[in-house]
């Protein structure tokens, strides 16, 4: 399941890149804000072995404030080129805090 769940992040990365290139941020922000999630579900299935759905994710957080913290921020933003680019450097910085690999070319 991690692994899969670890391709999921990415893809979603990688089409939020792509529509950030193609001047779609709205969109693009909701594909950073699905690999946010997907983020800490990931955190969470390697911290407790389950899979728990985003809008319960907060409760089971709490040893990675950071990451809370900008579920908490981001799920209240709407998509704009700023947030959108904000919120992909925010992604940048958990996901090395995450040990996953990084995207940076």
């Known amino acids: 399941m991690e692994v899969e769940l670890i391709k999921k992040f990415e893809l979603y990365i990688e089409r939020g890149d792509r529509l950030v290139e193609e ?18 579900a990931l955190v ?15 409760g089971f957080l709490g040893k990675y404030p950071k990451l809370e913290e900008a579920l908490r921020k981001f799920s209240s933003l709407t998509g704009s080129e700023e ?9 940048e910085g958990l996901k090395g805090m995450m040990s996953l690999p990084s995207s940076e070319r």
Do not use: I, Q
């Open 23 to 40: 001047s779609r941020y709205g969109e693009a922000y909701e594909a950073y804000l699905d690999a946010l999630k997907t983020l800490g």
């Open 44 to 58: 969470v299935y390697r911290e407790t072995g389950m899979l728990v759905p985003a809008e319960k994710l907060e």
């Open 83 to 91: 947030t959108a680019r904000a919120l992909r450097e925010e992604l």
